[in-house]
């Protein structure tokens, strides 16, 4: 048989020999191999003090953005729902009336905007699929919940924090996304 | 037996005071084993372990005891009910009444109306010591099968039958491990044992191979890793215990870490010069520091080495799987007891041999 | 009456009352903790005799492992459910007579010894002490040891070749 590494040994059924009989030498050679885990470096960390730092590619909970005067970038076109292989994203869409232009960019706005968390595999065609950057997926993961009703979240749930009123929040949510961008952008 | 019941009040509340004080220091001990051996688990999988309850975590104990006492107590309808109760407590008591005879450290002195006193750190100094640790560790297997039988459980009586067969299996080559040792004392008595090491050579160094039985009949007897198959939790469902809840179940768990802190302490008295402080002539230190410091100083060594030698308990546990069944019995009847024979028989020449002076 | 005296009758109303429970208990299981508990009473009378060494051997021997392997063999072969009532009349009458005549032919046995009338010898005498018995096994009984020992040899042997089969 073709092995697919150099690292592969074939089983050895040989039957013990009087000295393996009584496992001390195997048992010695196991003993010090925990003996040096002990002295190694953990694997884990202090997890809510702690945090690891999550990949470049790691999609998490959408974010719905909004421009750098604070408005919502989302026109409710339905792309993204459209484009969600899991169905997960439903809109209501409504006009903007006079008066709200510093609320939404554009004419047209998402007066309901829900994803269940539930149905939502984080594939990220929804960001790529959104025309007008609206939708992106951050760097933050859907917490836990006792009801599944807990999983559906809401434009109040999604908005990024608003960059005039909260620029710190603002920033946080924002992440390395800028970054990132950058990043893929280079290459 | 008259002279031990005659009434002298102050050696009754020397005692008294001794008994309580050892029984409690062996429930701290066995509290914290269980917070050790989730650390030392923790520290040999690269993981950081229990650290949220107070600093470095040391009030899990507590935690962990609060929540078994808190947990529902569910006596099975079926079952036994005065022999599912005797179970436990069983199990409780022979873990308890094994250290009444262990020398935890030498001779304290005071002066008590006007009268000297000497007492030593030891219950009982009965001249069948050994035998005396025999009789209550056969003892303990009741605990298991009462338990086991009484919960009225396939899986738990199975467990128990294993567990019990374990215990006499391997309370043969124990046995036969001691014998050779009892051949260089030349008594039973615990405190004689000890005091033949101390200033001297310890045992285990003419006896590395009983030693070295009897350790791995302690790790057996102990139903520790690698020989725990009573309570294997993927074959039989936590063993004889499983029927068992909130502190009865505390019961079983905590006399498991008696027994190794008991068992620590039995192989460090028989092997390892028992309180003796290595290196040092405790005679000589008597003298400068007075004998009551040397007493602290000895149990304090005591008690180090008994914590070697349960972190060894715990480091087999997390590096050795768990034997087969059929492995357990034949390293038992197959390899340890003509071991054990062996040793015994060498051990026998060695003696016979001295005592004739080197001529045959 | 002092305080060995107080033992003494304790430990016997114990050892009879427990052995009296073994043969009245339903269950066999409770039997078998009875007469655990009849070991616990004589070995306690072997102590008060200054024996130690026999006290605890009793205990090991007998308590911690013999009556294991009863305990084993009734759990498995699952006596518990109680025992069935006798039936026959006769066999209770017949059953009564056996054992009055036992009774009988121990009580007359035992009423022209020695020991009668006298108190148990408490905490005097060395034979039940290691060294008194090693000696007196090795040198003055070693036949008769030897040749148990070999009893035993054969039982067991014995035991390997039924199982084998």
Not at chain 1, 39 to 67: C, H, M, W, Y
Not at chain 1, 170 to 184: H, M, N, P, S
Not at chain 2, 206 to 211: K, N
Request: proline share 4%.
């Amino acid at each position: 048989m073709q092995h697919l590494t150099n690292r592969a040994k074939p089983v050895d059924r040989k039957p013990m020999t009087a000295l393996e009989k009584l496992y001390l030498w195997n048992i010695a050679k196991g003993m010090w191999i925990t003996l040096k885990h002990i002295f190694k470096r953990k694997a884990t960390i202090n997890f809510p003090e702690q945090r690891r730092e999550f990949s470049p590619v790691f999609r998490g909970l959408q974010v719905l953005n909004r421009d750098a005067e604070g408005r919502e970038n989302c026109t409710a076109c339905g792309l993204c729902a459209v484009a969600c292989p899991a169905e997960a994203i439903t809109m209501e869409a409504a006009e903007r009336q006079p008066g709200e232009e510093h609320l939404y960019r554009e004419e047209k706005y998402a007066a309901k905007y829900e994803i269940n968390m539930l149905r939502c595999i984080f594939c990220g065609l929804c960001e790529e699929a959104c025309p007008k950057d609206a939708v992106y997926l951050s760097e933050t993961f859907a917490p836990s919940n006792y009801q599944r009703k807990g999983f559906i979240y809401g434009k109040e749930d999604l908005l990024i924090p608003h960059p005039k009123l909260e620029p710190e929040a603002y920033q946080q949510a924002l992440g390395t996304r800028a970054k990132r961008q950058e990043k893929a952008s280079s290459n | 037996m008259i002279t031990l019941l005659a009434i002298d009040w102050l050696f009754i509340l020397e005692k008294l005071i001794l008994i309580v004080s050892i029984i409690s220091i062996s429930l701290v001990i066995a509290m914290y084993e269980t917070y050790a051996e989730r650390k030392v688990a923790a520290v040999m999988q690269d993981r950081r372990g229990p650290n949220r309850a107070g600093p470095f975590g040391i009030l899990q104990p507590l935690a962990d005891g609060l929540k078994l006492f808190m947990k529902e107590e569910i006596i099975p309808n079926t079952s036994n009910r005065f022999l599912f109760v005797l179970g436990p407590c069983m199990a409780m008591l022979t873990a308890m009444m094994t250290s009444a005879v262990i020398p935890w450290g030498g001779k304290i002195h005071f002066t008590l109306f006007g009268a000297d006193r000497w007492v030593s750190l030891q219950i009982a100094d009965i001249n069948i010591g050994i035998l005396y640790i025999f009789g209550v560790v056969s003892m303990g297997v009741y605990g298991i099968m009462i338990g086991g039988w009484a919960s009225n459980n396939k899986f738990s009586l199975m467990a128990a039958m294993r567990g019990a067969s374990q215990v006499i299996s391997y309370e043969l080559p124990m046995g036969l491990s001691l014998i050779a040792l009892l051949m260089l004392t030349g008594s039973l008595k615990m405190s004689s044992i000890v005091g033949g090491q101390i200033d001297s050579w310890y045992n285990v160094l003419y006896q590395p191979l009983g030693f070295f039985i009897f350790l791995v009949c302690a790790f057996a007897e102990c139903n520790r890793t690698p020989f725990d198959l009573p309570e294997a939790e993927n074959e039989l469902n936590f063993g004889y215990h499983q029927e068992y809840s909130s502190m009865k179940l505390g019961f079983y768990l905590f006399a498991e870490y008696i027994n190794m802190f008991i068992s620590s302490a039995v192989m460090v008295s028989l092997f390892w010069g028992g309180y003796d402080i290595p290196f040092i002539k405790d005679a000589n230190l008597a003298e400068q520091i007075g004998y009551n410091w040397l007493a602290a100083l000895q149990g304090l060594s005591m008690f180090i080495k008994i914590a070697i030698f349960i972190f060894a308990f715990m480091w087999v546990r997390w590096t050795i799987p768990r034997f087969r069944y059929d492995q357990l019995m034949n390293l038992g009847w197959k390899t340890l007891i003509p071991l054990s024979l062996f040793n015994m028989i060498i051990t026998a020449l060695v003696v016979l041999l001295r005592e004739y002076g080197w001529r045959f | 009456m002092n305080v060995s005296d107080i033992l003494f009758y304790f430990l016997s109303a114990l050892a009879i009352g427990s052995a009296i429970l073994v043969v009245i208990s339903r269950s066999p299981i409770y039997s078998v903790l009875w007469l655990i508990v009849t070991f616990f009473a004589i070995s306690g009378h072997y102590i008060m005799m200054n024996a130690q060494f026999l006290g605890i051997v009793n205990l090991i021997v007998y308590a911690g492992a013999i009556m294991v392997l009863f305990l084993f063999v009734i759990m498995l072969i699952n006596l518990n459910t109680d025992a069935k009532p006798q039936k026959g009349k006769w066999l209770r009458l017949a059953g009564t007579v056996a054992g009055g005549c036992l009774l009988l032919v121990l009580v007359a046995a035992l009423k022209n010894t020695e020991v009668k009338g006298m108190g148990v010898q408490v905490g005097t005498g060395d034979i039940g002490l290691i060294n008194q018995l090693g000696k007196a096994l090795f040198t003055e009984y070693v036949v008769p040891f030897e040749i148990s020992s070999i009893l035993f040899l054969s039982a067991m042997v014995g035991a390997v070749v039924i199982g084998k089969k």
